[in-house]
């Protein structure tokens, strides 16, 4: 980490200055595009900022798990690809890329944004499976954010696949939707010593004290959280940072029912 | 005669697909392009000249050309598994030396030149594709190069020419397909990737490669106009 940039960044928040010369509370612009990658059965372009993020739906066909043998499978991807981030290395998920993918991954599944109970062909034998991966095509910061609003954008362009002989036939998509009932929004706070803020650039996460991101449905329930950096935070802290993260998922839930 | 007469939305056989090509897309990239061929669309990245790690493969004599190409798992039907597989790297390697001959990289002792090639949707040609977007986002960079490189591929189907083949061409079942990638410095009509299968006569070899030539000489104008418009 750069001392100097992080004391750089902690005096000018002091003032309530952020580097791009945003509030501490603004969001960067948000543009949605969905239907963008003709071979997913599901498709969105997200850019926020200069963080520019496509995620895609394929859908599978498979077992259920032993525990739920009614309901289809869901799984979120995600890789801090070495194209969209100088700071990004080739090889196997590091934990980063691992936190990313499944802190998106936590906030649908519990948010049950896909009804799963929908995704089941014949109980115990034959379920949809769900892959929806985000990858970062410029990463300049905030992609659990961003990410999980392409994710959901994706999810609500996704037709599902026509089945024969309990396969799917490749690339016929039909008319019906995939069964997406609710919409979590992720939205992560940042603390830098005393302040808080949101939508932090990469710069912003580099010299971040501690991260709260909390996935809320659309009567302002908490469906998954996560804290991250190394630094602690108080009940007040806490309660500060979620107050803050339902005020801006009712800007962002807006903005994606806009573009959908 | 071929019993391949007629190509879809009537292209002609020496006809690429609509080709849409872009220069700097990627902000934290030191070079970075888009280049989309029908329904083929591929980015590439360019981090460099910097150091090489593993130093083991640095070169005190030049910098070293390493590019990378993947396909993001929804960029085929079928989701691809993420992670490199033995195509991956394969193509990788001849992404690699498709390009090494243009670039001027004596400069940079002991450093790399990265390029990710990343395929967010495919239907076929996605290594040509990937080889255009790198070539363009390299010269992006402002890596010295002599020319650019242009790659598509060329079909022989039934024993007609066709030149870019899509994924159906790629995939008829009742006629015999030989898909032919190349890719070649316009300026100089050096060839710097040849790759092939299926069955092809040495005549019909020679007639492919003389159907890309003015083809590629089409897509690096292309290329060249990416990068002024860049500065428009």
Redesign the interface.
């Known amino acids: 980490m750069n001392q100097d940039l992080k004391n750089h960044i902690n005096e000018s928040l002091k003032k309530g200055v952020r580097l791009d010369g945003r509030k501490k509370e603004e969001y960067r612009p948000i543009e949605i595009k969905t239907g ?5 059965e599901g ?1 969105a372009w997200v850019r926020c900022g ?1 963080t ?1 993020v ?1 995620a ?3 859908l ?1 066909v498979g077992e259920p798990y032993p525990d739920s043998q009614d309901e289809g499978t869901m799984m979120v ?1 995600s ?1 801090l ?6 700071n990004f290395e ?1 090889g ?2 590091g934990i980063d890329s691992i936190e990313v993918a499944r802190v998106i991954d936590r906030g649908i599944r519990e948010g049950k944004a896909i009804d799963t109970k929908k995704l089941c062909i014949r109980k115990g034998e034959l379920v949809w499976t769900v ?1 929806i ?1 985000v ?1 970062p ?4 910061g905030n992609l659990i954010d961003i990410g999980g609003i392409a994710a959901l954008a994706a999810l609500k362009n996704a037709k599902m696949l026509e089945v024969e002989n309990d396969k799917i036939v ?2 016929k998509r039909t008319d019906a939707p995939l069964p997406v009932e609710a919409m979590p929004i992720p939205v992560t706070v940042l603390k830098i010593g005393d302040n808080l803020i949101v939508d932090p650039t990469d710069y912003e996460e580099d010299v971040l004290d501690a991260r709260l991101t909390v996935s809320i449905l659309d009567d302002d329930t908490l469906c998954a959280m996560q804290k991250g950096g190394g630094a602690s935070l108080t009940t007040k802290d806490i309660n500060e940072m979620v107050d803050l993260a339902i005020r801006k998922s009712h800007e962002i839930r807006k903005k994606l029912k806009e573009a959908l | 005669m071929s019993k391949y007469t007629e190509r879809e939305n009537g292209r002609g056989f020496n006809e690429p697909r609509p080709i849409i090509a872009k220069a700097g897309v990627i902000k934290k990239a030191d070079g970075s392009a888009y280049f989309k061929i029908g329904k083929t669309a591929a980015y590439a990245a360019v981090y460099g000249p910097r150091e090489m790690h593993p130093k083991h493969d640095q070169d005190p004599k030049t910098g070293v050309l390493r590019c990378n190409y993947n396909m993001m798992p929804f960029s085929t039907e079928e989701r691809v598994k993420p992670g490199p597989s033995r195509r991956s790297k394969e193509i990788s390697m001849v992404t690699t030396k498709a390009i090494l001959p243009v670039v001027n990289l004596v400069d940079y002792p002991n450093a790399v030149v990265d390029v990710f090639i990343e395929l967010t949707e495919t239907d076929a040609g996605s290594r040509c594709a990937g080889i255009c977007a790198a070539s363009i986002a390299l010269a992006d960079a402002g890596i010295t190069m002599r020319d650019m490189v242009a790659a598509v591929s060329c079909g022989v189907i039934d024993h007609k020419i066709a030149v870019d083949l899509d994924g159906p061409e790629e995939h008829l079942h009742d006629l015999d397909v030989a898909d032919i990638p190349i890719a070649m410095v316009p300026s100089t009509e050096e060839i710097t990737l040849l790759q092939m299968d299926g069955k092809v006569s040495k005549d019909e070899l020679f007639k492919a490669i003389e159907s890309v030539k003015p083809v590629l000489k089409h897509i690096a104008d292309i290329q060249r106009k990416a990068l002024k418009d860049r500065y428009k």
């Open positions: 963008v990658v003709a071979t997913a498709s200069d520019e496509i895609g739906v394929k599978q991807g890789e690809l070495p194209l969209s981030n100088p080739s196997p998920p892959m991966d990858m095509i410029n990463h300049d490749i690339g």
